[in-house]
Nanobody, 122 residues
Framework: QVQLVESGGGSVQAGGSLRLSCAAS????????MGWFRQAPGKEREGVAR????????TYADSVKGRFTISQDNAKNTLYLQMNNLKPEDTAMYYC???????????????WGQGTQVTVSS
């Protein structure tokens, strides 16, 4: 059974940093699309960053480019999201997701973690 378990969320002040982790199990980690998504209260879920594990090709939302970095540790089957220079508008529940390909919509991702809360105060 596929499991994705996020950790690393918390509360920080604007300008601070956090690193999210997503431990994956139950499937072959290589050659899948792993992504980080977030959802703020009253807003639709949106993509933050994604990586195709086979090629390490990455994509970022414009709002986080230059501040967030997605990475992976294949030996540990773990996905990371390093978030620097956090802003209050980054406040959201952050989710890790996996899919066989990098879908254009979050709705097409097959596997999801339970989420980890990130709160950024001004």
């Amino acid at each position: 059974q596929v499991q994705l378990v996020e950790s690393g969320g918390g509360s920080v002040q604007a300008g601070g940093s956090l690193r999210l982790s997503c431990a994956a199990s139950g499937y072959t980690y290589s050659s899948v699309c792993m992504g980080w998504f977030r959802q703020a209260p009253g807003k639709e879920r949106e993509g933050v960053a994604r990586i195709y594990t086979g090629s390490s090709s990455t994509t970022y939302a414009d709002s986080v480019k230059g501040r967030f970095t997605i990475s992976q540790d294949n030996a540990k089957n773990t996905l990371y999201l390093q978030m620097n220079n956090l802003k209050p508008e980054d406040t959201a529940m952050y989710y890790c997701a996996a899919n066989g390909y990098c879908a254009s919509s979050w709705k097409l991702y097959k596997y999801w973690g339970q989420g980890t809360q990130v709160t950024v105060s001004s």
